[in-house]
């Protein structure tokens, strides 16, 4: 139980998978403007990383490990997240037709969310078991979404901000990421 | 030519559009490691905008996105069985990020906008051209991070190109932590960005006025 609280501060402060790990950073950059669309895309995600990290685990350990294939692992995880994420829109779609519009066009983004492929991944590379498989891949996508939505109110602030003219956008964007950034490394051995 | 050289400058995957940050950010603590993702990029963007470009008529319409990132799935997995087999030192130090080459959105980007419409020469020449303006980023901030951090340049090259041991610079014994440490990624890529903005804003308003004042 302790091993597995461990496995999910690290992944959700400690190791902030965009701010000390650098996965997931195009969403960060690019949706973090508005805070509303922030919390709706850090939930989307959240669901689409931890059910493609389980089945990543289950498909590796248990298809292509016995198949002899396990060079075969970065196409089966591509395939696998572009499913969940297909069979996540047509679930909201049709469950709740108004949290889709609202999702709508975050969702086929999240193909291409770095964190995502990174987490199940990363978790095959430290040879997680499956319950901590998903234990860190929840751990990972909280820290996703909170870091999402931190640094959105962080933006609306910078709106109103007196910025040089070649700074505004994406350099005051990353330089204040930055000093986010600075602020994590302060979680740094929290939980050895 | 065209195609190389708007890809290159106009429209730098890295500086103009943001394109492929996390790998930008991520391994451009030293110049070799910026160096041998550039190459591994590099490899993937001509693979898959060239063999795409060759099989684009007969990708159907609905089902393009999945043939897409499943070449360029194959690739990457080809790049890193390569470096796997010929710098596996080097690799270690990147290998997350040669295997995460998959989600760049600049490369899918690529296939999407150019490969799936052209032939393959000029696919072949923008994806040249996109990849050296991703080498350039990449290694522009490698190289501020790596002279900030631990005041050398090049060190290690030999990892890459054997007999090269004498290239690296050694110009401070002293380095700044902060710039091998993750806030020193964003903070220097935003300076860097800035400069560029700053640089290339001025010389864009310069022209401007001069066409103003042709016309």
């Not at chain 1, 078991?129 to 996703?144: N, S, W």
Request: one cysteine or more; charged letters at 10%; a neutral charge.
């Amino acid at each position: 139980m302790q091993e597995l609280a461990l496995i999910l501060v690290g992944a959700l402060l400690v190791n902030n998978f965009v701010l000390a790990q650098f996965l997931g950073l195009c969403p960060f950059i690019g949706v973090s403007g508005n805070y509303d669309t922030a919390v709706s895309m850090g939930f989307a995600t959240t669901f689409v990383l931890t059910l493609s990290a389980c089945l990543s685990h289950v498909s590796y350990h248990y298809v292509l490990v016995p198949l002899g294939l396990g060079y075969l692992n970065i196409i089966t995880f591509v395939v696998i997240i572009a499913s969940v994420v297909q069979f996540t829109e047509l679930f909201v779609r049709s469950v709740s037709p108004l949290l889709h519009q609202a999702l709508g066009i975050y969702l086929p983004l999240i193909t291409t969310n770095c964190a995502v492929l990174g987490v199940a991944l990363l978790a095959l590379g430290q040879g997680l078991t499956f319950l901590q498989t998903m234990v860190y891949a929840i751990g990972a996508a909280l820290g996703f979404t909170a870091v999402l939505v931190v640094f959105a109110a962080m933006r609306e602030r910078l709106e109103h901000a007196d910025v040089p003219a070649a700074f505004q956008g994406a350099p005051i964007a990353l330089v204040s990421a930055g000093i986010l950034s600075l602020a994590f490394l302060g979680f740094a051995g929290l939980g050895g | 030519m065209s195609d190389f050289g708007n890809a290159v400058l106009a429209r730098n995957p890295a500086w103009s559009q943001l394109l492929g940050l996390c790998p930008l950010l991520a391994v451009s603590t030293s110049v070799v490691n910026a160096l041998a993702l550039s190459l591994a990029s590099g490899f993937v963007l001509l693979g898959a905008n060239g063999c795409i470009a060759a099989i684009r008529h007969w990708v159907p319409q609905f089902a393009r996105l999945p043939c897409f990132v499943l070449v360029i799935a194959t690739f990457t997995t080809c790049a890193v069985l390569l470096m796997q087999a010929f710098s596996f030192e080097l690799y270690l130090r990147v290998a997350l990020f040669v295997q995460i080459i998959v989600t760049n959105c600049m490369i899918l980007g690529r296939v999407e906008a150019f490969a799936s419409q052209h032939g393959v020469l000029r696919a072949l020449a923008d994806a040249a051209g996109t990849a050296t303006g991703f080498a350039l980023a990449l290694l522009a901030v490698g190289a501020v991070r790596e002279l900030l951090g631990h005041g050398t340049l090049m060190m290690g090259m030999e990892m890459l190109f054997p007999g090269t041991e004498d290239w690296g610079m050694t110009v401070s014994d002293a380095g700044m932590l902060l710039a091998t440490l993750p806030p020193g990624a964003f903070i220097v890529a935003g300076l860097l960005l800035g400069l560029g903005n700053a640089c290339f804003r001025a010389g864009g308003s310069r022209l401007e006025k001069q066409r103003a004042s042709e016309s």
